[in-house]
């Protein structure tokens, strides 16, 4: 990579980027407002729709407890201390569950939903110091409309909270430097977002700042910026917040459960180490990470053109500050052999706001020195592919014979497909220079996140395993009103989430010579204990399916029995 002085920029470039006014300063447009409606109009339709799913059910009964026990400190499963992430997600389902009344999928999504809508105004506001308005909103929609982002922004997981803390921190540290703030509120302001992703997911996010903004500051030759008052203010103020959730912590729950917290996540992406997972994990994961941002990575080729990576110009400082970040930090996920692109999302905006300069190179003029092929053949791509859809779309509601909620009726065919002929005359008039571009580039978000609210959506629905909550509901009812049910050894989250009473947890199997314990009411997963380990008499009262998705047979199971005076009896359950 050359410095800024030896990358020469066509005059005509530099003089339609000042036409493209970029925003030097804080300002508020009415964009914003353009961004709360679209993502809106994305993720919030059916939202609910789909039941818990993968670990929504975990992080979501973990606020649950919080809630039975008053204790906001140590995240917990069955009263155990929970390993695996500190608590902001629990906090904020908490919150929300609080005020709607339920820790129901609403409570578990929506903050998903709002980190995407703030991660689109970061994108927006970063992208405002060097681009123009139009491209800027396609940037933070291009985010907002990539194929993992609408996946995981419509879960409860914790990949978007901790996409929004992490690549707020570098994109607020730059755009303050962009802007000239003032290097304490800079640090202190970046340094605020740090905190949340370490409360979010742990020193991933402190590791990512540190390196992206070392690797800058080494890069350009301004390492002296990184010891200065203004960057130890802002390492107080991470501290300070770090450590009035970590202290408590440790004194509630203990050193050596504080060392695990931390080494358990890294040291699972190393399990499987085998060479041949590890040359396989090499090959597979950029093919992978590339289809996560489809269908907007495929923008990011032209920076493959010499002509076009010669017109950067004035750009070049938020190019190199932003592939850097890209650079420095992928070793992290793609060298783990269990390391999965999601791991990756805080460097996804880092990839929007590249598609947004790839979009106005597009957009300019003269043609000459933009690839301002790459615009009109990506949306003209998009108009066949939104057509071809509307017509499959058609065809499916019309061989669909079923009256589920979860099938595709010829009148919902009918409506999505007209939705998705409509954006592709959209799309086809903005390619043809009949209406912005902008329309043509809003459209296509927009039929994204339709299909997938939509179609998609309704897809998994036929797919879930949509029986978990029914049959712990039907279990309730023919336990005792105050059965005290226990478990042998932690049992399957989805299980607890939907019986919510607390469920003590006994280690099993015991000791030698140690007795079962006073119980009379028992459940257990099938993954974690078998049940010839039972050796106690018993009768199966209920098989409850745990899996995401309805397969056959079944793998996640909780058995819950009770005991009797009689040899054990594992015979047809009565709940299923």
């Given at each position: 990579?050359?410095?800024?002085?030896?990358?020469?920029?066509?005059?005509?470039?530099?003089?339609?980027?000042?036409?493209?006014?970029?925003?030097?300063?804080?300002?508020?447009?009415?964009?914003?407002?353009?961004?709360?409606?679209?993502?809106?109009?994305?993720?919030?339709?059916?939202?609910?729709?789909?039941?818990?799913?993968?670990?929504?059910?975990?992080?979501?009964?973990?606020?649950?407890?919080?809630?039975?026990?008053?204790?906001?400190?140590?995240?917990?499963?069955?009263?155990?201390?929970?390993?695996?992430?500190?608590?902001?997600?629990?906090?904020?389902?908490?919150?929300?569950?609080?005020?709607?009344?339920?820790?129901?999928?609403?409570?578990?999504?929506?903050?998903?939903?709002?980190?995407?809508?703030?991660?689109?105004?970061?994108?927006?506001g970063y992208s405002r110091t060097f681009l123009?308005?139009?491209?800027?909103?396609?940037?933070?929609?291009?985010?907002?409309?990539?194929?993992?982002?609408?996946?995981?922004?419509?879960?409860?997981?914790?990949?978007?909270?901790?996409?929004?803390?992490?690549?707020?921190?570098?994109?607020?540290?730059?755009?303050?430097?962009?802007?000239?703030?003032?290097?304490?509120?800079?640090?202190?302001?970046?340094?605020?977002?740090?905190?949340?992703?370490?409360?979010?997911?742990?020193?991933?996010?402190?590791?990512?700042?540190?390196?992206?903004?070392?690797?800058?500051?080494?890069?350009?030759?301004?390492?002296?910026?990184?010891?200065?008052?203004?960057?130890?203010?802002?390492?107080?103020?991470?501290?300070?917040?770090?450590?009035?959730?970590?202290?408590?912590?440790?004194?509630?729950?203990?050193?050596?459960?504080?060392?695990?917290?931390?080494?358990?996540?890294?040291?699972?992406?190393?399990?499987?180490?085998?060479?041949?997972?590890?040359?396989?994990?090499?090959?597979?994961?950029?093919?992978?990470?590339?289809?996560?941002?489809?269908?907007?990575?495929?923008?990011?080729?032209?920076?493959?053109?010499?002509?076009?990576?010669?017109?950067?110009?004035?750009?070049?400082?938020?190019?190199?500050?932003?592939?850097?970040?890209?650079?420095?930090?992928?070793?992290?996920?793609?060298?783990?052999?269990?390391?999965?692109?999601?791991?990756?999302?805080?460097?996804?905006?880092?990839?929007?706001?590249?598609?947004?300069?790839?979009?106005?190179?597009?957009?300019?003029?003269?043609?000459?020195?933009?690839?301002?092929?790459?615009?009109?053949?990506?949306?003209?791509?998009?108009?066949?592919?939104?057509?071809?859809?509307?017509?499959?779309?058609?065809?499916?509601?019309?061989?669909?014979?079923?009256?589920?909620?979860?099938?595709?009726?010829?009148?919902?065919?009918?409506?999505?497909?007209?939705?998705?002929?409509g954006l592709a005359a959209l799309v086809a008039?903005?390619?043809?220079?009949?209406?912005?571009?902008?329309?043509?580039?809003?459209?296509?978000?927009?039929?994204?996140?339709?299909?997938?609210?939509?179609?998609?959506?309704?897809?998994?629905?036929?797919?879930?395993?949509?029986?978990?909550?029914?049959?712990?509901?039907?279990?309730?009812?023919?336990?005792?009103?105050?059965?005290?049910?226990?478990?042998?050894?932690?049992?399957d989250h989805l299980f607890t989430y939907y019986?919510?009473?607390?469920?003590?947890?006994?280690?099993?199997?015991?000791?030698?010579?140690?007795?079962?314990?006073?119980?009379?009411?028992?459940?257990?997963?099938?993954?974690?204990?078998?049940?010839?380990?039972?050796?106690?008499?018993?009768?199966?009262?209920?098989?409850?399916?745990?899996?995401?998705?309805?397969?056959?047979?079944?793998?996640?199971?909780?058995?819950?029995?009770?005991?009797?005076?009689?040899?054990?009896?594992?015979?047809?359950?009565?709940?299923?």
């Amino acid at each position: 990579m050359t410095s800024e002085r030896e990358l020469p920029a066509a005059p005509e470039v530099l003089e339609d980027l000042q036409s493209a006014a970029p925003c030097r300063r804080p300002s508020f447009e009415w964009e914003f407002f353009l961004l709360v409606i679209l993502v809106g109009a994305m993720y919030l339709p059916w939202l609910g729709m789909l039941p818990m799913r993968g670990e929504e059910s975990r992080r979501t009964h973990v606020a649950v407890e919080m809630a039975q026990t008053g204790d906001y400190v140590v995240p917990r499963q069955q009263r155990i201390p929970f390993l695996s992430r500190p608590p902001i997600q629990n906090w904020l389902i908490g919150m929300v569950g609080w005020l709607r009344g339920d820790w129901d999928v609403m409570a578990a999504r929506l903050p998903s939903v709002a980190a995407v809508l703030l991660t689109t105004f970061l994108i927006y506001g970063y992208s405002r110091t060097f681009l123009t308005r139009a491209a800027s909103l396609t940037a933070a929609l291009a985010f907002a409309s990539m194929a993992q982002v609408l996946e995981l922004g419509r879960s409860g997981e914790t990949d978007m909270l901790f996409t929004l803390f992490v690549s707020g921190s570098l994109l607020v540290w730059h755009m303050g430097r962009a802007r000239s703030w003032k290097p304490a509120w800079t640090w202190t302001v970046a340094y605020l977002f740090v905190a949340f992703g370490m409360l979010t997911k742990g020193p991933q996010g402190p590791i990512f700042f540190a390196l992206c903004v070392g690797a800058y500051l080494l890069w350009t030759r301004r390492l002296r910026d990184a010891f200065t008052w203004a960057h130890l203010q802002g390492i107080g103020l991470f501290l300070l917040i770090v450590s009035a959730w970590q202290v408590p912590y440790v004194l509630r729950a203990g050193w050596e459960t504080t060392k695990s917290f931390y080494g358990v996540e890294v040291a699972a992406r190393f399990d499987d180490a085998r060479w041949a997972k590890v040359a396989e994990h090499l090959v597979v994961f950029p093919l992978e990470l590339f289809a996560s941002l489809l269908p907007w990575g495929i923008l990011l080729l032209v920076f493959l053109r010499a002509d076009f990576r010669r017109a950067i110009g004035s750009a070049q400082d938020h190019v190199v500050f932003l592939l850097l970040c890209v650079a420095v930090t992928v070793p992290t996920c793609w060298f783990p052999p269990l390391g999965r692109p999601r791991y990756f999302m805080p460097m996804y905006p880092c990839f929007a706001v590249l598609i947004g300069l790839v979009i106005e190179r597009c957009w300019s003029k003269p043609p000459s020195v933009s690839p301002k092929w790459a615009w009109p053949a990506f949306g003209w791509a998009g108009v066949f592919l939104m057509v071809l859809s509307a017509a499959v779309m058609l065809v499916a509601g019309v061989l669909d014979r079923s009256d589920s909620p979860s099938g595709l009726p010829l009148g919902w065919a009918a409506v999505w497909a007209v939705m998705s002929f409509g954006l592709a005359a959209l799309v086809a008039v903005s390619c043809a220079g009949r209406a912005p571009a902008v329309t043509g580039a809003m459209s296509i978000a927009l039929f994204l996140g339709m299909i997938f609210a939509g179609p998609v959506t309704s897809l998994q629905y036929r797919a879930s395993n949509r029986t978990t909550g029914p049959a712990v509901a039907r279990l309730k009812e023919t336990l005792p009103p105050k059965a005290n049910l226990v478990s042998l050894s932690v049992v399957d989250h989805l299980f607890t989430y939907y019986y919510r009473d607390p469920i003590p947890v006994i280690t099993w199997p015991p000791s030698p010579g140690q007795a079962p314990g006073n119980f009379t009411y028992f459940c257990f997963s099938v993954d974690l204990v078998k049940p010839e380990q039972v050796t106690f008499p018993h009768e199966i009262l209920a098989t409850i399916v745990c899996d995401r998705n309805a397969i056959e047979p079944p793998i996640r199971r909780v058995y819950v029995g009770r005991r009797s005076s009689e040899r054990p009896r594992t015979a047809s359950p009565a709940v299923e």
